[in-house]
């Protein structure tokens, strides 16, 4: 069965920071990218960072880049988000999800559109106090 689970998630201050971690379980592609999305309450679902399991290619949005470190261990399958420097903004349920296309030489022109992703892990919570 195919799964995506994240853990990782908690309180923290600002300035603070936490690792979050998705276990890609049932997979059988040879190629596939990892997205961290987040929604805070009311707000639209936003794309933050993605990798890609063969060539490592990274992408980050512009309100984490700089904070955020995505990394990918295909040995373990586990791809990790590292979130440093922690503000309240950055509030939200946190999900990971998969794009099983082989993209081969090609790069989306929007990494973050939620139609890419086939699938999804359940959310896990962060929230940061001011």
């Known amino acids: 069965e195919v799964q995506l689970v994240e853990s990782g998630g908690g309180l923290v201050q600002t300035g603070g920071s936490l690792r979050l971690s998705c276990a890609v379980h049932?997979?059988?592609?040879?190629?596939?990218?990892i997205a961290w999305f987040r929604q805070a309450p009311g707000k639209e679902r936003e794309g933050i960072s993605r990798i890609g399991r063969s060539d490592g290619a990274t992408y980050y949005a512009g309100t984490v880049k700089g904070r955020f470190t995505i990394s990918i261990d295909n040995a373990e399958n586990m791809v990790y988000l590292q979130m440093d420097n922690l503000k309240p903004e950055d509030t939200a349920v946190y999900y990971c999800a998969a794009d099983t296309r082989d993209w081969k030489d090609f790069r989306p022109v929007q990494p973050f559109a939620p139609a890419l992703y086939q699938y999804w892990g359940q959310g896990t919570q962060v929230t940061v106090s001011s």
């Open positions: 049932g997979f059988t592609f040879d190629h596939y990218h």
